[in-house]
């Protein structure tokens, strides 16, 4: 049996907490119900955070470890730090895996990671989302139960629909048709640095979207697509030559400045 991934999943835990319709479909939050179906598929060890615990959970010893991590947010975006927003993207630079879910598209770390504004059209009116995989040989579509013709169905959604500011995805893998007729880009990979990216859009906190078993399925296949291989950590050295260098034909000045990475930061 190959070592397990080890992912973290991260809730702003807040909506649980101060909507009774919400605590009624996930009274132990979201981060459960989402670590409890990666747990059972074997293939992660999980740990869960929430942005109540110092540091939101997100420690430099958890992050170290975390070789994936799963990112819910909504209303609290403004709440998260400035400074674990940093750390999570270096994480993410150096090779750490990160799952954005639904209206983590607005977080502070996908914003950054981006570096566009993300934003998109919304409605929430309990409809149908049909999702198409239009990519089927991605390794985030292996396994799922799909209806005739490449598709599956969240019978009640809230409705994300274009155009949503995200730079091009470098792969998508899924795309969804709303009931009132928008469509959205709903699973988009990227890369920054040496990490991997993947946005889902489904999960709005007032449907049980996270107990669906296709989603379930989806999400522990992001997990394993884009958990951490290599770790490179940043580093701008000033490289000797390998060989020696013939002299250079004129004279050129040399401004003489060693910058460090120390130096920007
Ligand atoms: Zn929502």
Request: glycine share 0%; charged share 25%.
């Given at each position: 049996m190959s070592t397990p991934i080890r992912a973290v999943v991260w809730n702003e835990f807040v909506h649980e907490k101060e909507h009774e319709a919400v605590k009624r479909i996930y009274p132990e939050g979201m981060h459960r119900v989402i670590a409890e179906a990666l747990e059972q598929t074997g293939d992660f060890t999980v740990q869960t955070a929430t942005?109540?615990?110092?540091e939101h959970g997100l420690t430099k010893e958890v992050l170290e470890k975390a070789q994936i991590l799963y990112w819910w947010g909504h209303?609290?975006?403004?709440?998260?730090k400035d400074e674990i927003v940093e750390r999570v993207k270096q994480r993410v630079l150096e090779g750490m895996g990160l799952v954005v879910l639904h209206s983590g598209h607005f977080s502070k770390i996908f914003r950054t990671l981006m570096g566009t504004t993300c934003s998109l059209k919304w409605r929430e009116a309990a409809e149908k989302e049909r999702i198409w995989?239009?990519?089927?040989?991605?390794p985030i579509a292996m396994g799922l139960p799909l209806q005739e013709g490449g598709y599956f169905e969240i019978p009640h959604e809230e409705m994300y629909g274009e155009?949503?500011?995200?730079?091009?995805?470098?792969?998508?893998?899924f795309l969804s048709w709303f009931q009132g007729g928008e469509v959205f880009r709903s699973g988009c990979c990227w890369t920054r640095g040496a990490g991997k990216i993947f946005y889902f859009r489904p999960g709005h906190e007032?449907?049980?979207?996270?107990?669906n078993k296709t989603v379930q399925i989806i999400l522990a296949n992001a997990g394993r697509w884009a958990a951490e291989r290599v770790r490179i950590p940043d580093q701008c050295p000033n490289s000797p030559a390998l060989e020696p260098l013939p002299p250079p034909p004129a004279e050129f000045g040399q401004a003489g400045v060693i910058q460090t990475l120390e130096d920007i930061q």
């Open positions: 942005l109540e615990e110092p209303i609290a975006h403004d709440k998260v995989v239009i990519e089927p040989s991605h155009r949503f500011e995200i730079p091009n995805p470098e792969e998508l893998v007032a449907y049980p979207t996270y107990y």
